[in-house]
């Protein structure tokens, strides 16, 4: 399955999706409530969590009937946190559009927040019972330790590759790995069928942040939508340069911890360098082959699977995330 078909089918799945939560959040009785909740929904995205249960719970024949109304709970914790992210953050855009704090204020968007966060756990509780409560509670559980430790990791100028992968896990993985095993769980699948899942869906997000990293110093502004090197930038220490860090000779190492401790603009200024010298340690390529092991691994643990159709979509997904360039 080729990126074009993989997204044709996507966007067609999501449609669907979209009229599940459409039904869903038709009991939100509050006008302002619902306005802010629709424009964090409906503003755009790929469905990818809750298109990643449907997917999950197919590998084991048909999914029980109510698997969409399981699914949707993900897209709702997952619009949670970017409404809790934007406040934090004091963004003013997402998605090229403007956030719901810069439209209402911090107060209602983050009880608009709350009140999805809390309708997830409501649904998940209802569709799929202990196990699918106890798996988006952890994964909510992770989000939010993810970000004390992003902010205690901010702290520091340097930080290592553990610390990196700590964040991701809870910021980017977890939530993902929770979608996949939840939709394999409510149809009944093995407990090794579930870890095979876990595996898949921790690996996918950790790859897709990896891709990321690099994208921001290597993509195509016109095609990625955000200006080249805006994590260095921004002083941001991803894969990249912690692997460089981690190799430079002490010269380009000082002279990258110098960029670092500098202004923004310093950096700016210096990216061409700053990018020689993660070239020339092979930061880039390490990185890339990190993410191409992680997806290997996530492939290897579908075989469980035999010839289920819903693999060919996993696996194009997953081929997807090192392919993209955007």
Same mark, same amino acid.
């Given at each position: ?24 959040? $038709? /009991? ?12 964090? =929904? ?28 399981? *699914? /949707? ?29 810069? %439209? ?32 988006i509670g952890r994964a909510t559980? *992770? ?32 939530? /993902? ?17 579930? =870890? ?46 912690? +692997?460089? %860090? *981690? +190799? ?7 002279? %990258? ?19 020689a010298i993660i070239e020339k ?5 390490? $990185?890339?082959?990190?993410?191409? $092991? ?20 996993l696996a194009g997904l997953a ?8």
């Open positions: 399955m080729n990126n074009s078909e993989l997204l044709a089918l996507f966007k067609e799945k999501a449609v669907q999706i979209d009229a599940v939560m459409e039904a869903d959040l $038709a /009991i939100v009785e509050s006008p302002l409530l619902a306005q802010i909740i629709r424009h964090a =929904i409906f503003q755009g995205g790929k469905r990818i969590r809750p298109l990643l249960t449907l997917l999950a719970a197919s590998l084991v024949g048909t999914p029980p009937e109510d698997t969409p109304r399981l *699914a /949707i709970s993900f897209e709702y914790l997952h619009a949670a946190s970017l409404l809790h992210d934007d406040v934090i953050d004091h963004a003013t855009l997402r998605r090229g559009a403007k956030t719901a704090n810069t %439209l209402w204020g911090m107060e209602p968007v983050i009880l608009a927040g709350d009140y999805l966060h809390a309708h997830a756990m409501a649904l998940a509780s209802e569709v799929g019972g202990p196990t699918a409560m106890s798996l559980a *992770a989000m939010v330790e993810s970000e004390f430790m992003q902010m205690h990791n901010a702290t520091e100028m340097l930080i290592s590759e553990e610390k990196y992968f700590q964040v991701l896990m809870g910021k980017t993985a977890a939530l /993902i790995a929770a979608a996949c095993e939840a939709g394999i769980g409510h149809n009944q699948g093995s407990p090794a069928q579930r =870890i095979a899942l876990r595996t898949y869906g921790t690996n996918l997000g950790l790859a897709f942040q990896i891709v990321d990293d690099l994208l921001d110093y290597l993509g195509d502004p016109a095609k990625t939508g955000k200006v080249v090197g805006n994590d260095f930038q921004e002083g941001k220490m991803t894969l990249p340069l912690i +692997k460089t %860090l *981690a +190799k430079a000779e002490a010269p380009d190492r000082e002279r %990258l911890i110098a960029l670092l401790k500098g202004t923004p603009q310093e950096r700016s200024r210096e990216l061409p360098h700053a990018q340690y092979q930061g880039f390529s390490l $990185a890339r082959e990190q993410a191409e $092991a992680l997806i290997q691994e996530a492939l290897a643990g579908l075989t469980i699977f035999g010839e289920a159709p819903a693999k060919t979509p081929h997807y995330v090192l392919s993209r360039d955007k």
